[in-house]
C-alpha cells in the first residue's frame, strides 16, 4: 500500500510562474517551479527524495501566487494541489507540510469550510510560519524595501505594499511602542499602512 503522499507548500516567493506572476494568466498547476537563485524549496525537495519519496507519485510540490492572499491561494492552487496528490497516489489524505507563508495557505484551508467538507488532510505540519504575524513585514511596509548593491539598489516598496499577503503578515501581538506601552497595529495608526488592505 502506497504511503500518505506530502504535499509541500513553500514560503514567500518560493514559487515561479512567469505568465502567472505577470497576471498574463490566471490560477493554474503548469509551468510552475522554484525561483531562479533561490534554494529553499530545492533543499526540501532533496531532503524528501532522500528519505525515498518520489515526486508526483507520494511528494507533491503546491506552488501558488503568493502575491495573492493566502485564502485565495488555499482555495485556488492548494486544493487543486491535494486533489491531484489524491488522484496520483490512490490516497484519500495527504501530509500538508508549510513551510513559513505556506504554512498559513495551509492553515487557511484546514480551518475553512471547504476543508470540513473534504476532510483530506491526515496532518499538517508548519515550519518556520509566523502564525502570529513577522515583525519584518511590518519594517518592510513601513520603511519600505530597497534590494541591491549601492549605486544600483532598486526600491521594491510599491511592490511590497500592493501585496495583500505581506499585510497578512503583519504581527497580530503588541510590538509598536506608544506612551502607554506596547500596542498591537490595529490599536494605533502606522504611517504607510494600507487600512484596506490590513484585514484578515
Known sequence: ??????????????????TVLLDWRGPTL?????PPFVDQGKIFLDT????????DLDLFWAFYDWRKSVADNATNYLIPWID?????????????????MGGLVSRS????????????????ITLGTPHRGALNSLEQLVNGVQKGPWPFRV????????????????????CLESASGLVKTTETTVPELSTALTDR
Do not use: C, H
Not at 48 to 55: E, S
Not at 90 to 98: A, D, E, P, T
Open 109 to 124: 484551508y484546514i480551518q475553512s469550510d471547504a476543508y470540513a467538507a473534504r476532510n483530506d488532510v491526515e496532518r499538517l
Open 84 to 100: 491531484r496528490a489524491r488522484s496520483r497516489s490512490g490516497r484519500s489524505k495527504v501530509i500538508l507540510v508549510g513551510y513559513s
Open 48 to 55: 524528501f527524495k532522500r528519505a525515498g519519496y518520489t515526486r
Open 1 to 18: 500500500m502506497p504511503r500518505t503522499p506530502v504535499v509541500f507548500v513553500p514560503g514567500l516567493a518560493g514559487s515561479f510562474n512567469l
Open 30 to 34: 503548469s509551468g510552475w517551479d522554484f
Open 155 to 174: 526600491s521594491l516598496t510599491g511592490f511590497a505594499r500592493s501585496l495583500p499577503a505581506s499585510y497578512q503578515l503583519l504581527p497580530e501581538y503588541a
